[in-house]
């Protein structure tokens, strides 16, 4: 059956957010102990955003690796994961093919450019059905669902809770925002984003395509959107 729009729910996130990156910034530029500096906390939230907006734009980023977002994901593409789960400094625990069968309707996701058009959709719809026939089939012979998980598609439908630290989410938006990125993990990724700004707004400035936060772009085939780095 295809599956609509991915859906991304934040589950975990820092309440001393601000605090935790403050301290941090605070201890590599200050004599004061890191104990001392965060048991005499008396700066206002705009004074600790100016510092770590300070540290931040002078590219010293392991302040920001001491807090963790967690995400809880469903309804996206295995294709889409193959492509999460290619960053580093990330945690990922993904619906397993091995120990979970696909036992009633087959669930994937149709891309939108596929689904534009309904007759190719349509066909789309009808090999997916034909995967999940000769799946069931498979299993009904005794066959076991590490193996028969052999023919599932890239468009089949998957789960996966992700958690990284704010470098890494910062990267992640960087690079997966950019419009050259494929519309289902940049849409995953600006849901992702999103949420995120909805708890620190201050965020939202970082949380862009890379030419954005570069000023020009870096990419072999430009999009328009900014210059290139060569001009």
Same mark, same amino acid.
């Given at each position: ?32 102990? *890191? ?8 700066? #206002?939230?705009?004074?600790? &955003?100016? $510092? %770590?907006?300070?540290? +931040? ?63 190719? *959709? ?8 034909? #995967?999940?026939?000769?799946? &069931?089939? $498979? %299993?009904?012979?005794? +066959? ?88």
């Amino acid at each position: 059956m295809p599956k609509k729009s991915v859906e991304v729910e934040l589950i975990s996130f820092p309440e001393n957010l601000l605090d935790t990156i403050y301290v941090a910034c605070r201890t590599c530029y200050s004599p004061q102990g *890191a104990i001392e500096i965060y048991n005499n906390l008396n700066a #206002t939230d705009e004074q600790k &955003l100016s $510092l %770590i907006e300070k540290v +931040i734009s002078s590219g010293h980023y392991s302040t920001i690796e001491h807090v963790q977002v967690t995400f809880a994901i469903n309804n996206i593409s295995r294709a889409a994961t193959h492509q999460l789960v290619r960053h580093r400094h990330a945690s990922f625990s993904q619906k397993s093919q091995r120990y979970v069968k696909e036992k009633a309707e087959f669930d994937y996701c149709m891309p939108t450019s596929i689904e534009a058009n309904k007759a190719l *959709a349509a066909k789309f719809q009808k090999h997916m059905e034909d #995967t999940h026939h000769l799946y &069931l089939e $498979l %299993i009904a012979q005794g +066959i076991k669902a590490e193996d028969a998980r052999a023919i599932l598609p890239n468009a089949a439908a998957s789960s996966i809770v992700v958690s990284m630290n704010l470098r890494e989410l910062i990267h992640l938006a960087n690079l997966r925002l950019c419009t050259r990125a494929q519309y289902e993990i940049r849409l995953t990724v600006r849901k992702m984003c999103t949420l995120v700004e909805e708890k620190a707004p201050w965020l939202a400035n970082h949380l862009v395509p890379k030419c954005e936060r570069l000023g020009y772009c870096d990419e072999d085939n430009s999009c328009g959107k900014m210059p290139k780095k060569n001009g």
